[in-house]
């Protein structure tokens, strides 16, 4: 069955360390990869996107993700993540243009002041 | 403002009762879909709807049934024969066009008295 592997479930970081966030995932044909974030008492908010194109997808908030298909990987980084990037992340993957999402089990973000 | 409005934001509910939340858009999204979040499990599909008076089983249908009569409604009713329906629910919405990504609601938080 196709699954999402999210590596961390609870990273603390300092405010202006660097973030990396690993997601993986079991399907080898085509995919739609996403990252949501859910901050503290908000809803689900779409990250970023990749569908075709440019590996590399550029989202809001200064984050950006990495589509390496030899490592069936789509990880999230930031340079320098600040007090307000403390939340909840979500990788998700849709097989093909057209399936249903397919999410990890998130990883919790807590950055320190 | 376009957006996923689900209603009640709390829900509390007695042993064997159903119990139904409400899902509704005014993005003018074909697609609607529910979604169960517990800790530390991401977001699971319970249901979902590609098109009015369709829709079809996620991972984890069981004791969950839905309606779709409007496009714009998506109603999720938790019944009795859900064993542990304690969980925050999750509604979103997606064009059909491919490449498109699912938009949120706030969510519903459901507990048992």
Redesign the interface.
Known sequence: AQS?S?HN?HVILSEAASLELGCNYSYGGTV?L?W?VQYPG?????LL?Y?SGDPLVKGIKGFEAEFIKSKFSFNLRKPSVQWSDTAEY?C?VKKG??G??I????TKLSVKP | DGGITQSPKYLFRKEGQNVTLSCEQNLNHDAM?W?RQDP??????IY?SQIVNDFQK?DIAEGYSVSREKKESFPLTVTSAQKNPTAFY?C?SSPRR??Q???????TRLSIL
């Open positions: 999402v999210q479930h739609n996403f949501y908000q809803h689900l908010q779409l996107k569908f979500f998700a243009s057209q249903n999402l999410f990890g089990k998130g | 879909y979604y530390g499990q991401g977001l699971r599909l979902y996620g999750l979103a491919i490449n990504p699912q938009h949120f609601g706030d969510g």
